[in-house]
């Protein structure tokens, strides 16, 4: 049993998987000769693992059309509904296919985006994310490791750079977007490492937060106000708090993420929130438990803006007369993150390196929860020995 009822936006309720019509045989002796070991069987399976529908098929040529989730009139049972209009929520799902459609190709250019699917998610992140990672664990034969050393959090820096600076993270969404697409692959990539990076992938990238990710059309809107007023002194307020239900998916609303501030406000009763300046020159750390702390550094993980962990998320089936907890805990939240359901594209786990960072990243989270509870609940754990 869950447990919260909280739900992904990655659930898809109209989901259909193509069959292939011819499949490369040779594949499947290539794998046997590489691994002489392994039992033999006449079938490899593709396709998410949790699905209700046939999904299994030879290994695919690389050629051939590849086995992808397609929004038709065919639910997640098989069953075809009366109604064959297109709903609203198909509408939505476009975008997102943007993404899973690079994610879960096996064709050069999804595995070039998974390769590098840590350079991507950075170039169009809000946040940089502290500590130093350590690549020397790389070096040597072996699985991939993502290794952070020092103290983790996030930060973010003002609305427009500093005369003379090249735009970063945040400010990418709105200076000079005439360019945007070079502009983040020359902030990303370096000397070699620029002709490795896709201009087609972040095009792609570019348009489906455009049209699906609630804080990129706040940034977007606080570039069409620079563009109509460019004398006025713009704050962009990212608010800490949500009035919904936590357990539900609700996409929040750009007014109910962000606001934009015209002049002079109390900046120290925001509490939680993130106030962005238009040209600060100083980073500002950003608390943990604001909602949208997790979608700024990972909007590849959180394609529409979604709100990352609360406090005020209730905990399911939890019984008040016991006496325990009424919310879900940081690592609850984490560990429902990263399991699959049926009906949900599990892009969390299958984004390779930018997975594990997520991981690593999170844990630094729940360790800071921690240690935070240890300091500030002094007089309830102290024992007289």
Do not use: W
Not at 274 to 286: A, D, Y
């Amino acid at each position: 049993q869950p447990l919260t009822d909280i739900t992904n936006r990655h659930h898809l309720t109209q989901l259909h998987y193509t069959p292939l019509e011819s499949c490369a045989h040779a594949s499947s002796s290539q794998s046997q000769a590489r691994y002489p070991n392994l039992p033999r069987h006449e079938h490899l399976q593709f396709g998410l693992s949790n699905s209700n529908v046939e999904t299994n098929y030879l290994l695919p040529d690389l050629n051939e059309q590849p086995l992808l989730p397609e929004l038709e009139d065919v639910n997640i049972d098989g069953d075809v509904p009366e109604n064959n209009d297109a709903t609203e929520d198909e509408d939505e799902y476009e975008g997102m296919f943007i993404l899973t459609q690079t994610m879960m190709y096996s064709c050069p250019k999804s595995n070039h985006f998974r390769d590098n699917i840590r350079s991507y998610n950075s170039m169009f992140s809000f946040t940089s994310m502290g500590g130093k990672v350590d690549a020397s664990v790389n070096q040597t034969k072996g699985p991939r490791t993502f290794k952070l050393s020092g103290q983790n959090y996030h930060q973010i820096g003002s609305l427009l750079p500093p005369e003379g600076s090249t735009p970063k993270f945040a400010q990418l969404y709105i200076y000079d977007t005439e360019n945007e697409v070079q502009n983040r692959i020359h902030a990303r990539g370096r000397g070699d490492r620029i002709n490795q990076l896709h201009a087609e992938i972040v095009q792609d990238l570019k348009q489906m937060l455009d049209e699906q990710n609630v804080l990129t059309k706040s940034f977007r809107m606080v570039r069409d106000k620079f563009h109509e007023d460019t004398h006025s002194n713009f704050r962009l307020r990212l608010i800490g708090k949500r009035n919904y239900d936590g357990r539900r998916y609700n996409l929040p609303s750009i007014s109910e993420v962000a606001a934009l501030v015209v002049g002079d406000f109390d900046v120290s009763r925001c509490d939680r929130d993130i106030i962005v300046e238009t040209q600060s020159g100083h980073l500002q750390r950003i608390n943990e438990l604001n909602a949208a702390y997790l979608g700024l550094q990972y909007p590849l993980l959180f394609p529409f803006g979604e709100d990352g962990y609360r406090e005020d998320i209730p905990l399911n089936g939890n019984d008040e007369s016991t006496g325990g907890r009424n919310f879900v805990s940081m690592r609850e939240y984490f560990a429902y993150k990263i399991q699959e359901r049926k009906g949900e594209v599990p892009t969390i786990v299958n984004s390779r390196r930018l997975f594990q960072q997520f991981l690593v990243d999170g844990f630094t989270m729940v360790e800071s929860s921690r240690l935070k509870y240890i300091r500030t609940h002094q007089k309830q754990l102290r024992a007289h020995m």
